[in-house]
């Protein structure tokens, strides 16, 4: 999908500055590996996250479909990222949208949806639920309220774990981005799975044009439920990922292998992001990073491996992250 509507160099909304984010090399934190790791910066999107590309293909094919239309209504289940993504594009195109979202969620993201426009529901966590550590059981009672609410205002839910247009937002964007910024000279893929739709569309828009680049799915350390281990931690920080659900979105034959990453380790990579690369970044960058510098200690010389700084760090200032 081409976000733009006009070549020129004013852009007629917000939608328009959606994508074709920078890709940076981290030579800082990777000195000294045989593998180089490039980092896609998707804050650089106007709602400070990977999840606006989503929200804009997702509203546009609603629209082509004769699923959404003037005075239309959304509802979504979000940990934030889409809901902001979905409320930009809501509020250029003149649609109501509610936001469902746990508590467990860090607080800045809540009150980006209000000032967006968005009406914000919160959702208890589960009993012995922690603030910034969101379980799979509290992302059940989100999606109870979540498919309540879409009932009863007879809106559009834009359902992004099931919803094709998430993984083709990436498959037409961010993976045919990523080709053309490194000319063809990728190696590797790796990527953190929330709704699965990222890696999805990356994968397969970079294997379309060299069946050969490896794609890896991360996962928290205590939460390995794709790779078929043993959930120890699902209450992990790594928020918007780790849900422990099947994810339709991920085909098995695009993934490589399966990574994990402990909180820790996201936490460390994040700050050494920040101060090494000057790069402000989630705890899910974090583990991205991890997880890809992992691959470039052992990668044969020259070899390249990219991956993601999901959002941006500016949603984190009330957690731990950055203490």
């Keep these: 999908m081409n976000y733009k509507s006009v070549q020129s160099g004013i852009s007629g909304s917000a939608i328009e500055t959606i994508g074709n984010t920078p890709l940076v090399a981290l030579d800082r934190l990777g000195a000294g590996l045989p593998g180089r790791v490039l980092l896609k910066l998707e804050y650089f999107s106007p709602g400070f996250s990977v999840k606006d590309r989503i929200a804009c293909q997702i509203i546009a094919d609603a629209e082509e479909q004769g699923l959404l239309g003037p005075g239309g209504t959304v509802v979504e289940l979000t940990s934030g990222n889409t809901g902001t993504g979905l409320a930009i594009v809501c509020a250029v195109k003149g649609y109501r949208l509610i936001c469902v979202i746990s508590e467990g969620n860090s607080t800045e993201r ?30 059940e009672q989100a999606e109870l309220v979540t498919q309540q609410l879409a009932k009863q205002h007879n809106a559009l839910r834009a359902d ?24 063809g000279n990728v190696h590797a893929f790796v990527s953190m799975a929330g709704t699965g739709g990222t890696f999805g569309g990356v ?12 794609c890896y799915v ?6 390995p439920f794709l790779a078929g281990g043993h959930v120890t931690d699902p209450k992990h920080k790594i928020q918007g990922t780790g849900y422990m ?4 979105q991920i085909p098995p034959e695009l993934v490589h292998e399966y990574l994990t990453v402990g909180n820790d380790e996201a936490t460390e990579t ?38 993601l700084a999901c959002d941006s760090g500016l949603k ?7 203490e």
């Design 110 to 139: 809540a009150r980006m949806m209000r000032a967006l426009g968005a009406d914000v529901v919160l959702v208890p966590q589960v009993a012995g639920g922690q603030a910034g550590q969101v379980s799979g059981a509290d992302l």
């Design 160 to 183: 992004q774990f099931s919803n094709s247009s998430n993984y083709r937002a990436h498959e037409q964007t961010t993976g045919t981005e990523i080709w053309e910024q490194t000319e």
């Design 203 to 214: 994968a397969r828009a970079l294997k379309a044009r060299n069946a050969g680049v490896k």
């Design 218 to 223: 991360v996962e928290p350390a205590g939460a």
């Design 245 to 248: 659900r099947d994810l339709p």
């Design 270 to 307: 994040a700050n050494n992001l920040a101060k090494m690369e000057g790069i402000f970044a989630g705890f899910s960058s974090g583990a991205n990073v991890t997880a890809a510098l992992r691959l470039a200690r052992h990668s044969q010389p020259g070899e390249v491996i990219v991956t």
């Design 316 to 322: 984190y200032l009330s957690t731990d992250l950055y």
